[in-house]
């Protein structure tokens, strides 16, 4: 029984997904596809519109067998760490292959990539430095320190956010000593910040994002499945709300201003004197949006500084985050299929990490994070919501789809 | 000129507190009357109705020359440490006397049992520590060592929370060797903790309170001066809210379940085991009410416990409230009259504490302490008025009212 790795986020789940899905299946040959999905806040710093649930459903009713959850310590990371994240669980899943999407479509220029720059490791780290100590952010050095090697012609554009991740996954890979093949399906039309629908069923996850918050109520059904229609309706049904930054920033802004300076020193990425800036900056913000704009430098993008925020959100710090190894402890599982269940019979025996299913029966310190940031996702809805949810955080136990049936059990 | 002390929480200022402020300036035959008044956050760890600016106009209106701010590290304490934050800010204003209500308007009995207590301080302590054991509150305990020590038959209830107020004050005066006069009037209609109205105009606060919350929309004018009565008004116009517990209470959740044990355990007055009793009734819990019926218990007074919660809201830790000594290092003027400007001019040259006036000015550890209660006091409010209430907190100068015009200048 053959198995494809999925590094997901499905936020939500739209056509492009479907067709990452399917054409990964298809090329690694794979009877399972088993998707590593972030749980309630993602790798750009942003909570999820809606839970790892109603992702977890959208992802197993179009074809993903298992779905497992991204610890939070990876999940919010760095390209490099939250590839070595996913990796580990795949590893541990005994998946046969990683399949991304990326710009050409060949996984050549990537397994070159990966072995020049460890071959020119000390150059390239050398060069990353050099180019931050002239004030840039870090993946900005990371593309020039990159163009600046002799890469005998290598053409990875490393700017690009999937490369980057795709060169990850095959480094994490060989870090690893994974058995895992990497491979790689070409994306179709849409890139992955376009903010703009176009002609095609492909668009963006941040354009459908747009389209879901934008006032002028834009249709977005050409762009995700039916089921993926479905569970966003049920959310806002139930919940009322799709999460974003600005739900937090009460929260946020009120965390900021209870800290201690040497407090908000000891959260996760607050480094170089930032806390300073953070703390005179929050008192005048009126929002998120307006909080950010002050906060960005030339030294930080954006997506470093809402993780950056996101980790004062959840009072996560340095120390929590502090991985053992760059590997995930445990296997939480989201949901899985019929098919999923069987794979995971048959593999059961050989996999060495707990596979957790209730949160009852284990307890890890980077488990509790996971709870913690369930339980702040959960903060901005009313009582009892948010208590019930919360409640079902500890008593939602892996949700079962039988493929066949096309039944939730 | 002589002056009057009144140690106030005016929340709001009613008809009683009138006759109290003019009773206690007869009976001091004071020329000023100087009110030492809790800000945001009150002795029984709750929220003020309306913020200090407005509790210090209504006093001013009525009668009061200077209004103090007791800081927040004396405010938010139990009676002791409450009574002696107070007592250093009128000793260090020069103030004559101070002037609490009393059930028989006497002074000795206060004055005896300070003596007695003194005497007998060690049996006093045993007795409580003994009592304690059983597992009683503070309070109650220190009610029943006093009932088994052999006073001479000094009758004074310590069970009575003005007593204890004032027994307090005087022992304070003691310690200090201030040059106070303790003089007490006495109390008129009703009761300290008296929830429903009668029919004298006097009513006290907590049953003003329950009206101005109740769906009945009770009508408190009887009650209340008319300044008072404005002053309740515009702030509801201005801010579209009375701040209570429950608007706190998802801060208060959010809080709790994003620290560790270690850092609640932190928090003043988190002691023997409760931050474990808090994180996990916190999860369920859908009001603060529900949250405190279920954190209630025989050791532990309600009053004890909501303080705790507002320690834990303002993320007060016990290194936070170490008080170097038992007195307030300055004196934050929130209001005065001309009458107040005049003694204040008089008294100057012999205050040996730092008169804060604006808070770009000064800067102390516990001042921040109160910094920090005014954000979080206003972390309900949406934006822009959130941002807009914190910035008034550092640009507000002392309110000044012409009493003879009967003008705020």
Same sequence: chains 1, 2.
Avoid at 119 to 135: C, F, P
Wanted: proline residues 4%.
């Amino acid at each position: 029984m053959k198995s494809v790795g999925l590094v997901v986020e499905y936020n939500p789940f739209h056509n492009g997904h479907l067709y990452h899905l399917q054409a990964s299946k298809e090329k690694a040959e794979a009877d399972a596809v088993i998707a590593v999905m972030s749980g309630h806040f993602l790798q750009r710093g942003e909570p999820a519109l809606v839970s790892k649930w109603s992702r977890a459903k959208m992802a197993l009713q179009q074809g993903a067998d298992l779905v497992i959850e991204l610890p939070y310590a990876f999940a919010t990371q760095k390209a490099e760490i939250f590839a070595e994240g996913a990796i580990s669980i795949l590893e541990a899943l005994k998946c046969d292959s990683v399949c991304f999407g990326s710009e050409n479509g060949d996984i050549s220029p990537f397994l070159e990539t990966a072995e020049t720059l460890k071959e020119l490791d000390s150059d390239y780290q050398d060069a990353i430095k050099y180019y931050m100590k002239q004030g840039i952010s870090y993946p900005s050095a990371q593309t020039k320190a990159y163009q600046s090697l002799n890469t005998g012609g290598h053409t990875l554009d490393l700017s690009l956010p999937n490369n980057i991740l795709g060169y990850q996954y095959v480094k994490a890979i060989q870090k690893q000593g994974a058995a895992i093949s990497p491979l790689t399906i070409k994306r179709t039309a849409a890139g992955y910040h376009d903010e703009e629908f176009n002609e095609t069923p492909i668009a963006s996850a941040t354009s459908i994002r747009k389209a879901i918050f934008s006032e002028e109520n834009k249709d977005i059904q050409s762009f995700v499945p039916e089921t993926s229609l479905y569970h966003l309706k049920q959310y806002k049904d139930n919940f009322d709300t799709f999460h974003q930054w600005e739900d937090y920033f009460g929260f946020l802004k009120y965390t900021i201003c209870t800290m201690t300076h040497d407090e908000l020193k000891q959260i996760y990425e607050v480094e170089e004197g930032l806390e300073n800036r953070i703390k005179s900056l929050i008192q005048q913000a009126s929002s998120f949006k307006d909080f950010m704009e002050q906060l960005k430098t030339k030294r930080y993008t954006w997506t470093r500084l809402q993780r950056l925020c996101l980790h004062i959100l959840t009072r996560t710090t340095k120390e929590q985050m502090k991985l053992e190894e760059a590997a995930a402890p445990y296997l939480r599982l989201l949901g899985m299929s019929s098919q999923g269940r069987t794979y995971l019979n048959r593999i059961k025996k050989a996999v060495d990490k707990p596979i957790v299913s209730t949160l009852s029966a284990f307890s890890h310190p980077l488990l509790n994070l996971d709870i913690k940031a369930a339980s702040v996702y959960a903060m901005i809805f009313p009582e009892p919501i948010r208590s019930q949810f919360m409640h079902s955080e500890y008593s939602t136990r892996p949700v079962q789809y039988d493929e066949k049936e096309k039944l939730f059990l």
